[in-house]
């Protein structure tokens, strides 16, 4: 049985943040990693999904679709709610703690062979496809964590790219607009590849559009879901068997993504990691359609500071919701009480919390007729462990993952 001191060795080896400056301009020290932790290239088909929200949802939806015709499907994903673990999975199934702890200290060994920083994200991406490897995982579905162009996994050579709504978010890591957000999310796409987009704006689908004419990619923009087109697609190329009759799949109930609760007492809660404008109008859609345009309605948010959180509360300003700025966990948060100074709205009644538990206990106590926290996956994870939701084994695991990847412990670990 694996320890929770090797439990906490492994994510130790694994946790190598950077700085902004430091983001890679290159694949270089990605490829450099995967040929110092053994990865051969090999005949796999990769799926690599990238875009602004909803990827994670996409991801294991469409991973749900290749089980369900027979495959071993691989599924990499990032970030995690709870535990480490959850990025990593085959046939729906998270990673096992002594594999984990096996893969990490193998890309840790990597890494020290390499004269540049191998990033946290590097690392479990070589992780990610050094367990697909042993295990004969094919097809894969990677998402990526920043960007694209230059994001760890496209090392792999794709058999098709996937774009949700493209939105203006680490901007700041990215060139600094929409534009070049776009464009670093673009570099996905594969020379003489194959791609699929949800509808974008005009500026990032003219993106999209010259870098497919660029290198030659056959780019199609669709209203139906991609990952019923992503498998549609894959069929009629002969990269997927054709199953007479396919199983009907559902959109997977992911904990923390429009996620509804109902405690023994007081009023229903959704909680959604959600922090885009496009991620709102999906959530305020979602609450629409559960509660109806009657009723009051509380929330209670909180955002890291590097999110767009005024985009996000411009579509709540509506007289029915109360919302509640709370901090969100870790040194990434933004204040509440400048969010609140920055993002005046016109009809929505806001203040400001800052300790999540107090906001949740008078929210709970309201007449409200639903409690929405959102605006973070950091703070999703906070209602689960509030509301006791965790297994004692799962509280264990987070309460881990969250001390070495927060605090001092981590920033000491940020280079110069």
């Known amino acids: 049985m694996t320890s929770p001191a090797s439990l906490q060795r492994a994510l130790e080896q694994l946790c190598q943040p950077v700085r902004r400056h430091n983001y890679p301009l290159s694949l270089a020290a990605m490829r450099a990693m995967a040929v110092a932790s053994g990865l051969a290239r090999r005949d796999v088909l990769a799926i690599v999904v990238t875009g602004s929200s909803g990827k994670s949802s996409l991801s294991h939806r469409l991973a749900g679709l290749m089980r369900a015709s027979g495959l071993d499907c691989g599924c990499y994903l990032s970030p995690h709610l709870h535990g480490f673990r959850e990025r990593f999975l085959l046939n729906g199934k998270r990673i096992d703690l002594a594999t984990f702890c096996e893969g990490a200290a193998l890309v840790a060994r990597a890494a020290e062979k390499l004269p540049d920083t191998v990033s946290t994200f590097e690392r479990s991406t070589a992780l990610a496809l050094w367990w697909f490897q042993q295990r004969g995982a094919s097809p894969v579905v990677l998402e990526t964590g920043i960007g694209g162009r230059f994001d760890a996994v496209n090392v ?8 949700t709504c493209i939105e203006e978010e680490h901007a700041e890591w990215l060139g600094g607009d929409l534009a070049s957000v776009a464009w670093h999310k673009a570099g996905i796409l594969r020379r003489g590849g194959h791609a699929i987009s949800a509808p974008q704006t005009p500026e990032v689908r003219a993106i999209l559009q010259s870098e497919a004419k660029r290198v030659g990619a056959r780019l199609k923009f669709t209203d139906q879901d991609l990952a019923d087109a992503a498998q549609a697609n894959l069929v009629e190329r002969c990269l997927l068997p054709q199953t007479p009759d396919p199983p009907k799949v559902p959109v997977p109930a992911l904990p923390g993504r429009l996620e509804l609760v109902s405690p023994p007492c007081g009023p229903r809660l959704l909680i959604d990691g959600g922090h885009t404008a496009e991620a709102a109008r999906h959530l305020r859609a979602f609450i629409e359609r559960e ?11 909180g955002f890291l500071a590097d999110k767009n959180a005024c985009a996000w509360l411009r579509v709540f300003d ?8 709370t ?9 509440p009480q400048r969010v609140h ?3 005046r709205l016109d009809e929505a009644h806001m203040d400001v919390q800052p300790e999540f538990g107090n906001a949740l206990r008078l929210a709970r106590q309201s007449d409200a007729q639903l409690v929405v926290v959102s605006g973070s996956l950091r703070l999703a994870a906070q209602a689960h462990e509030s509301l006791g939701l965790l297994s004692d084994e799962e509280l264990a695991e987070a309460r881990l993952t969250a001390q070495v990847f927060g605090g001092d412990a981590y920033l000491s670990r940020l280079p110069d």
């Not at 901090?327 to 204040?335: E, F, K, W």
């Open 291 to 301: 509660s109806g345009r009657g009723g009051r309605l509380r929330l209670i948010t």
């Open 318 to 325: 509506d007289p029915r919701f109360h919302i509640t700025l």
């Open 327 to 335: 901090r969100a966990p870790g040194h990434r948060s933004a204040d």
């Open 341 to 343: 100074a920055a993002c």
């Open 156 to 163: 792999v050579d794709n058999g098709l790219a996937l774009f």
